[in-house]
């Protein structure tokens, strides 16, 4: 099993679509959790962390649900500009690395 | 304050050539890790470099090693190229050893194996 998997993409979907990303991982001593984004040929960015209780960040909303080591990103009302791949990544305490999942590339069109 | 800088952008190899690969890492930041993305995947971890010490080590041979320097900034060197070895390489750097803010990486170096 891998230690990070996501949906296997691409997601097309038109501008103003609600759009979510799945995510699970294998390492339950894993304590950090983050989206990133990369755009075509660019360094990944982080995009946002994701906290237990859930956090929105504008159009954004990542979940986690510890327990069933899932994790999740929402993007609402989906700009033209929002297109590029998002990679979940986890990171296990006392572990001085952060894993990656394959990513998820999303498309928006007009 | 400066984010982290690689050099070069881009770089074309022959099989069994070796290379260097330089990252500054952002001011005040004393860890220094590095990735290899090949298309179509997540960055894989290579090795990342505390206070001139490797810190830990990923799934890769040992030609791939690294140095890092007083001042914090690190290289990569890959010896006996293989065309497998084409990808992104991507260093990030971190005011600590762990991982709990994530990572700001540098925009990386695009390395082409022939």
């Known amino acids: 099993r891998k230690e990070v998997e996501q949906d296997p993409g691409p997601f097309n979907v038109p501008e103003g679509a609600t759009v979510a990303f799945n995510c699970t991982y294998s390492?339950?001593?894993?304590?950090?959790f983050f989206w990133y984004r990369q755009d075509c040929r660019k360094e990944p960015k982080l995009l946002m962390s994701?906290?237990?209780s859930g956090n929105e960040d504008g159009r954004f909303t990542a979940q986690l649900n510890r327990a069933s080591q899932y994790i999740s990103l929402l993007i609402r009302d989906s700009k033209l500009s929002d297109s590029a791949t998002y990679l979940c990544v986890v990171n296990a305490q006392g572990y001085s690395t952060l894993t990656f999942g394959k990513g998820t590339m999303l498309l928006v069109s007009p | 304050e400066t984010g982290v800088t690689q050099s070069p952008t881009h770089l074309i190899k022959t099989r069994g050539q070796q290379v260097t690969l330089r990252c500054s890492s952002q001011?005040?930041?004393?860890?220094v890790s590095w990735y290899q993305q090949a298309l179509g995947q997540g960055p894989q971890f290579i090795f990342q470099?505390?206070?001139?010490?490797?810190?830990g080590r990923g799934n890769f041979p040992p030609r791939f090693s690294g140095l890092q320097f007083p001042n914090y900034s690190s290289e990569l060197n890959v010896n006996a190229l293989e065309l497998d070895d084409s990808a992104l390489y991507l260093c990030?750097?971190?005011?600590?050893?762990?991982?709990?803010?994530?990572?700001?990486f540098g925009s990386g170096t695009r390395l082409t194996v022939v």
């Open positions: 390492n339950s001593a894993s304590q950090s």
């Open positions: 470099y505390y206070r001139e010490e490797e810190n």
């Open positions: 990030a750097s971190s005011p600590t050893q762990d991982t709990l803010g994530g990572y700001t």
């Open positions: 994701v906290y237990s």
């Open positions: 001011s005040g930041h004393n860890t």
